[in-house]
């Protein structure tokens, strides 16, 4: 009786790991099937893969060049975390890192706003992507966003 009760529970313990007992960070459950939610994410890094190279009218950002970019980081509460600095002729098709570190919260998220800049007149609104950790994606790093044409990565640590 000792031996089935010992055995049962061993069975109940193990019920929710993988093959070898134990789930990879982030997973539980039945065959490690079920992504758990992470209490933060630790950003190392944002980098532009691509923005749209007219405004909306279809006229290019820059008369005689390419655009200036740079971007704000936005909290969900409306604090500028990050302006990155200027990065001068940039091709829209082309990768741009920034040094964006910050630690977010899931469920709150920030916004990536991308301007180009111009110093005889006011800066040129690009567009934006909010940045909000959605469960069930495997716990990708890099993670993507897009919109409106603009696509984004961010780097990433998960902690729970």
Known sequence: MKNF??????AVAFAGCGKDGLCPTGFT???CSEEL???RLIING????HFPDTDY????????DLPDLYIKVVSSGGNILYTGAVKDNINPY??????????LYPPSYYTVYLYDFDAASSDDYIGYVNLIHTQGQG?????????GG??????VEYKF
């Open 5 to 10: 009760l010992f055995i049962l529970l061993l």
């Open 29 to 31: 459950g039945p065959g």
């Open 37 to 39: 939610l992470p209490n």
């Open 46 to 49: 944002l980098t532009v893969t």
């Open 57 to 64: 009218s279809g006229n290019y950002w820059d008369v005689f």
């Open 94 to 103: 082309s990768s741009h890192y920034f040094p964006f570190n910050e630690i």
């Open 139 to 147: 716990l990708p790093n890099p993670i993507s966003f897009s919109n």
């Open 150 to 155: 603009i696509s984004l990565q961010i780097d």
